[in-house]
């Protein structure tokens, strides 16, 4: 089983409504959570963080976490097409170290 | 401004070159990573030093080395560069906290093996 999980994608979602990216995590002992964006051959950019169950918004992001389930998603309402990126997830976990998903391709459409 | 820099941004070596990438930050973070990420894969750890502490990870093979000689710089030594470890190699640094750890990145040093 890998360390953190996403759905590959491509993810294709029409300009304006909502893109929804899922991650799960084995780590039981995992503390924080992130999501990057990253553009192709650039580097992550941090988009959203998140270390307590429940939802936290940002803007036009909200992350979700639910540790119970090992679980962490990502909310981007009103898609734009700027939002065309790959999504990472990440997980801090209780070895101290940072380990990525293999990021979701999210597409959207005009 | 910049917080985490790596040099250069592009490097090109040849094979069997030792070739040394840099990274430095300014943030006073106690924990450095060094990523390598391989076209439309995830970052892979390499390896990452908690303060002078460092950790490799198993399957890091024995041609990276790396140095951490202060807090704000961090090297990435590639003894014998192979045509496989063509790659972006990306630099982030953490505050270790519980519970809100964050991890910062550089630019990326994208490494092409001729």
Same mark, same amino acid.
């Not at chain 1, 990440?90 to 209780?94: D, E, G, K, N």
């Not at chain 2, 040394?20 to 990573?33: A, E």
């Given at each position: 089983q890998k360390e953190v999980e996403q759905n590959s994608g491509p993810l294709s979602v029409p300009e304006?409504?909502?893109a929804s990216l899922n991650c799960t995590y084995s780590d039981r002992g995992s503390q924080s959570f992130f999501w990057y964006r990253q553009y192709s051959g650039k580097s992550p950019e941090l988009i959203m963080?998140?270390?307590s169950n429940g939802d936290k918004e940002d803007g036009r992001f909200t992350a979700?976490?639910?540790?119970? +389930?090992? &679980?962490v998603s990502l909310l981007i309402r009103d898609s734009q097409p700027s939002d065309s990126a790959t999504y990472l997830c990440?997980? &801090?976990? +209780?070895a101290s170290k940072i380990i990525f998903g293999s990021g979701t391709r999210l597409s959207i459409r005009p | 401004d910049a917080m985490v820099i790596q040099n250069p941004r592009y490097q090109v070596t040849q094979f069997g070159k030792p070739v *040394?990438?840099?990274?430095?930050? *300014?943030? @006073?973070? @106690?924990?450095?990573?060094w990523y390598q990420q391989k076209s439309s894969q995830a970052p892979k750890l390499l390896?990452?030093?908690?303060?002078?502490?460092?950790? @490799?990870e198993a399957d890091t093979p024995d041609n990276f080395q790396s140095r951490r000689p202060n807090t704000s710089f961090c090297f990435l030594d590639i003894r014998s560069p192979g045509l496989g470890d063509a790659a972006m190699y990306l630099?982030? *640094?953490s505050r270790e906290g519980r519970g809100n750890t964050e991890a910062f990145f550089g630019q990326g040093t994208r490494l092409t093996v001729v």
């Open positions: 304006g409504a909502i963080f998140i270390y979700q976490l639910n540790k119970a +389930s090992q &679980y990440a997980v &801090y976990s +209780s | *040394t990438l840099s990274c430095s930050q *300014t943030l @006073n973070h @106690n924990v450095m990573y390896f990452h030093y908690y303060d002078k502490d460092f950790n @490799n630099c982030a *640094t």
